[in-house]
Each structure stands twice: as C-alpha cells, then as structure tokens.
C-alpha cells in the first residue's frame, strides 16, 4: 500500500488492501492459535497467534500506516495496551500523567502499579510550568491525553514533547478521543502512541482492543517482548472487526463530529445547563492549541446540569440516547462519569478536576441531529 495515498483511502484499504493470494477484498480472518512448521527451523512467519497472526498483523500494519509511525501492536484492550507501555518503566521510576484521564490509566497507576514502585504524579498537563516542575530525577516518562476524559482539556503536545525530549522522558500520548484521522502525535513530538481500539477505530460498540504505535525503532523490541510475555493480545476475530470500523473511520467522525457541535451549541444555550466542556465551542479553552496540532474536536463532550435533580430525570428519560458507559462508537452514548468512568478516582481529585454528581459525558453518534436534539430538549426540559 503505497504510503502517498491520503488518509481515506489508506483507512478502505488498510495496509494491503486485501488478501494477496485470494484476491478477497475483506481481508480474512485466520481463526488459528498455532501454525504448523515444514521442518526444522522452517517458519511460514506465523507461529503461534499469541506472538502473530496474520489477521492481526494487518491492523497493526494498517494503524501504524494512519497513525505515520513505524509499528504498531494490538492488545485485547486499551488498558491492556497501556498496561504495556507501563512496563517500559521499572520499579523505582517515576511518571508525570494528565490528571484528567480515563478513569481507568488512573487506577492503573494509583492502585496498581504505584505498589509496585512506578510512581505517578498527576498533574494539570495544560499547564507547562506544572509539568517541568513535576520533574524529577528518576522520571522517566510522561503520559498525556488531549482532549482529555471527561473535561476535554487540551494540552500542547508540542511543547510537551520538547520538554520531554529537554529531560530525556518517553512521551507517551492517548490518542483515543481525535484517532489519526484528525491528530497525528507522532508527527508533533510524542514517542508512543496509545489507542482503546474499542472506541472511534472500532467504532460500532461490539469489540474491545487497544494499540500501540511508536515512531520509531527505539522501543520496539522491547513492547514486542512484554506483550508476548504478559500475553495480553488480540485475537483474529477481534482485529477484523476493527479492521472494518477503521474502513468508515473519517465518515462516521466527520458525520458524529458536525452532529457533536450542534449539540454542544445547542447544550450551550440552554438555562438548565451550566457549562459544556467542548473543544469544538468556537473560542472555548483550548481552542487554538487544538487548532495548531488537530484537524478536529472529536465528538466526545461533557456538560454540568444546574440542578442535581436533572441528572436522574436525563438518564431515565432519554430515548434515542442510551444511558450506557463508552464512547466513539455510531450510537450517541451519555455517561455519568461520577459513578461510572471515574468511580474510582479518589475525592478531592474528582472535586478538583470537576468530575461530580453535577458531570455528565456524551459521545455524539450519527443519528439524524433533529431525532438528537429532540430527545435532549424532552429529557432536559419536559
Ligand atoms: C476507554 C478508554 C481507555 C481504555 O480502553 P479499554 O479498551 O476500555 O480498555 C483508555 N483511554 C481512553 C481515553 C479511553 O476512553
């Protein structure tokens, strides 16, 4: 697959646009744990599903293609996938981590990898000063994610990427919210790349994955050995699913994201609602830095009800919104992350970072935006 073709048409065709020795179009699904052997020391290059499989190999070829890195590996989740990039670090070490992320990378670091000496500091990534302060001896590495879950700040991967470079850190970005199609980190500084597979690449809420993508050689080998060892890989099946979402990738974003800024718009104006954190909000927080290093906002937002009655009455009466945790996939999702996505985080973080009883997410899908915003306006105001 030729790696001038534009964005569209490398996600149709994935990375060898289909089987080479068929001709199928849909690229097939090798359903087989082991693989067998000629004679001694002869390989077809498959061996066992766990350390590759052809099915799988052709996701992680086609994401790293998208994502305009050297490789790629796919996981059985996206934490799996994270849970990966953590053993590049080693007892001892220390981390620096947005401190507004996905529910589950925290708990990832605070309960389970802090007691095993990997310490993290979460810190507020957007600013700068913070992060360079957070700095010490033994840190080793830096995670970030931009839009960050649930609050949709915006950090500057850029600058990040300097300072990571300036103190010798892996910078390791969570590009799950924008995907390749609208944010490419590797091409803005980051080292690694981390995907929930089972979000926008996936797609259509039916199979859970991960990946990662690095941007060069540098960590490959070492990531091919953790994941084979600890052995959390994705199977054939799963890989095509994501294969086939990928295939609509950039249609269903654009299609979701116009539907997100109607509503985030629409969610602005209204007296029962008092803010919405959306980076697609002309002139919002973040703006700007998003505009410099993305093509888009995504389609994930969050918004505070003015009064905490509304948000059982929302949840209990939405109809063409399905009160469900998730995100990114073609059905519009609301969450409450409060006891849901970020149940575990401790309290005086979720008073600080605005994650309480008063939050709610959406992840905006592709239904007609009249049908949408319908439903929202007899949810909020019947
Ligand atoms: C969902 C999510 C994850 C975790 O992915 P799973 O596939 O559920 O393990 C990580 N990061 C972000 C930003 C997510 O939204």
Not at 70 to 78: D, I, N, P, S, V
Not at 170 to 180: E, G, K, Q, Y
Not at 328 to 352: C, N, S, W
Request: glycine share 10%; charged share 25%.
């Amino acid at each position: 697959m030729s790696d001038k073709c534009n964005f569209e048409t490398r996600a149709v065709r994935g990375a060898s646009g289909g089987d080479r020795i068929t001709g199928a179009i849909s690229f097939p699904i090798y359903q087989s744990a082991t693989f067998k052997h000629a004679g001694l020391n002869e390989s077809t290059g498959y061996d066992y599903s766990r350390l590759q499989n052809p099915t799988v190999e052709e996701l992680e070829k086609t994401v790293a293609l998208l994502e305009k890195g050297e490789e790629a590996l796919a996981f059985a989740t996206g934490l799996a996938a994270i849970t990966c990039c953590i053993h590049l670090f080693k007892g001892g070490d220390h981390v620096i981590i947005s401190e507004d992320l996905y529910g589950g990378t925290f708990r990832l670091f605070h309960d389970i990898y802090n007691d095993l000496g990997i310490e993290a500091t979460f810190v507020d990534t957007r600013n700068l000063e913070e992060v360079e302060k957070a700095v010490k001896k033994n840190t080793k590495g830096i995670l970030i994610e931009t839009p960050s879950n649930p609050s949709l700040r915006i950090t500057d991967i850029r600058a990040i990427g300097k300072i990571a470079k300036t103190n010798n850190l892996i910078f390791i970005v969570d590009n799950t919210f924008l995907t390749p199609y609208y944010q490419r980190p590797l091409e803005l500084g980051a080292d690694v790349v981390v995907h929930s597979g089972t979000k926008y690449l996936g797609g259509h809420n039916d199979v859970l994955a991960g990946l990662i993508v690095v941007k060069d050689k540098t960590h490959v080998e070492r990531l091919k050995y953790i994941q084979m060892s600890t052995g959390a890989t994705l199977g054939a099946f799963e890989a095509w699913l994501v294969l086939r979402g990928i295939k609509t990738l950039h249609i269903r974003l654009d299609r979701s994201q116009d539907n997100a800024i109607a509503v985030a718009n629409w969610l602005d104006k209204q007296e029962e609602i008092t803010e919405v954190h959306y980076v697609g909000i002309v002139g919002s927080e973040g703006y700007e830095i998003n505009k410099s290093q993305s093509s888009g906002f995504g389609t994930t937002l969050s918004f505070r009800v003015k009064d905490i009655g509304l948000v059982a009455k929302i949840l209990k009466s939405v109809k063409v919104v399905s009160f469900a945790e998730s995100l990114g996939g073609v059905d519009l999702l609301i969450t409450y992350p409060f006891t849901q996505t970020h149940a575990e985080m401790p309290d005086d973080l979720r008073k600080k970072l605005g994650v309480d009883e008063y939050l709610l997410r959406l992840s905006v899908g592709i239904e007609n935006i009249d049908d949408i915003l319908g439903d929202l306006k007899q949810a909020i105001k019947g």
